[in-house]
Structures are given as structure tokens and as C-alpha cells.
């Protein structure tokens, strides 16, 4: 099992920039497929963007264009770099490890490892 850790959450104005990090351990995280969630409350979890073994990235609709998702095999590190926050973009955020690489984005059943989560907050 990967273990994970988030960190870099935290109360920014709309506009500005956030950079979360995860950090694994765990020998199967090269080989693993990572995501990123959130979940604001009340509302369902919703599938971020994601990363491949093999670096393929994906992004759904609300994050596009203004997030980045990248890994860093050798620090066993995976980022999500947001910018131009908005409000809604307020939740808990969430990195999962999967074992396998799936057809759909944020397919939560098929993460196996989950982070504590991090907070980010957007005010206007």
C-alpha cells in the first residue's frame, strides 16, 4: 500500500496561486497512477486531474487551463499547481494512488491509497 501525504493547502485570494504537494512511500508509487480530488462540503467528490506511470496527463473541466498536475518519481512527490483561483474552487483536496491507470477521470472507487487531504480556501 502507498501512504500519502498532502500538503501546501491554505487561504488565498481569488486570482492567486497555490502549489499542493503529495508525498508517497511505498514502493509501488512509480509504477502507480495518481489523482487529484476534492471535495467541498456537501457536495460529491470530484475527479481533479490525474497522472499516469507514464506521465499522461488529464484534466477535467473545471481545472483546465489553470492546473497542473506533475510527478517527481525520484522525490516520490506528486504537485498539482493551480492558478487564477476562484471561489469554487474552495474544498478539501485529495491525492490517491490507483494501481491501475483508468478509462474515466475521477474514478474514485478505483484509488486504493488516499491522502489526508489539505484544505484550500479562495475568498473573493
Known amino acids: 500500500q502507498v501512504q500519502l501525504v498532502e500538503s501546501g493547502g491554505g487561504s488565498v485570494q481569488a486570482g492567486g496561486s497555490l502549489r499542493l504537494s503529495c508525498q508517497a512511500s511505498?514502493?509501488?508509487?512509480?509504477?502507480?497512477?495518481m489523482a487529484w480530488f476534492r471535495q467541498a462540503p456537501g457536495k460529491e467528490r470530484e475527479g481533479v486531474a490525474d497522472i499516469d506511470s507514464d506521465g499522461r496527463t488529464r484534466y477535467g473541466d473545471s481545472g483546465k487551463g489553470r492546473f497542473t498536475i506533475s510527478r517527481d518519481n525520484a522525490k516520490n512527490t506528486l504537485y498539482l499547481q493551480m492558478n487564477r483561483l476562484k471561489p469554487e474552487d474552495t474544498a478539501m483536496y485529495y491525492c490517491?494512488?490507483?494501481?491501475?491507470?483508468?478509462?474515466?477521470?475521477?474514478?474514485?472507487?478505483?484509488?486504493?491509497?488516499w491522502g489526508q487531504g489539505t484544505q484550500v480556501t479562495v475568498s473573493s
Open positions: 511505498g514502493y509501488t508509487y512509480s509504477t502507480d497512477s
Open positions: 490517491a494512488a490507483s494501481r491501475f491507470s483508468w478509462t474515466v477521470l475521477g474514478y474514485a472507487p478505483g484509488y486504493n491509497s
